[in-house]
């Protein structure tokens, strides 16, 4: 998302089994911005009773803030959100905050080429491993994944297996580049 320029994709979210975010596929706007989540998909659906808002933003922003911890951002993103990411990176706000700040939506102006071909093997809410992995590591116990806390520990507990998906993902693309 470009500073003061919102992307609307529109539609609802897919309801599911456990009240998990998602939505059956990203959506490409204008042809060419691709549209992975938005916190407005996850509250036009079923949304849990009693459950703050901002909660729809906790899966995505995790997510959000492993992707700037990694460098894997747009440089255009690393200069107009600079005092965000230094204060998400300082530990000051955390992933779910700097996602909302960031307009509440992750799209592919918001990655580096890296970091949007890594979200569309891994991160697609119907077909990627990124929500099977999001409740194995911090779905146990809970009635849905939107329960999950905005903390540092939630973050820290998916950091191993965010870093193994991207290492296994780069090590194919290096094998995919020798042949």
């Known amino acids: 998302m470009v500073r003061g320029r919102k992307v609307k994709a529109g539609g609802a979210a897919a309801s599911s089994p456990g009240e998990r975010p ?3 596929r990203s959506v490409t706007v204008a042809g060419k911005i691709r549209v ?4 407005t998909w996850q509250l036009a659906s079923d949304w849990p009773r009693g459950l703050p808002e901002e909660q729809a933003c906790v899966h995505a922003g995790l997510y959000l803030g492993w992707l700037a911890e990694r460098r894997l951002l747009s440089d255009d993103l690393e200069r107009e959100f600079q005092v965000e990411l230094e204060a998400f990176r300082g530990r ?3 992933g779910p905050r700097l996602y ?3 307009g509440r939506a992750l799209t592919s102006e918001m990655l580096s080429a890296e970091g949007r071909a890594f979200t569309e093997a ?7 491993q990124f929500l099977a992995d999001y409740e194995a590591a911090l779905g146990a116990g809970r009635r849905s994944l939107f329960e999950v806390p905005d903390s540092w ?3 820290q ?3 191993p297996v965010l870093d193994e998906r991207l290492d296994a993902f780069r090590a194919r693309s290096k094998r995919g580049r020798r042949r």
């Open 92 to 94: 000051q706000i955390t």
């Open 122 to 128: 891994y991160y697609d809410l119907a077909s990627g």
């Open 36 to 39: 992975y989540d938005e916190a």
């Open 157 to 159: 507990a998916l950091l």
């Open 22 to 24: 998602g939505r059956p």
């Open 153 to 155: 520990a939630s973050y």
């Open 100 to 102: 909302a700040l960031a």
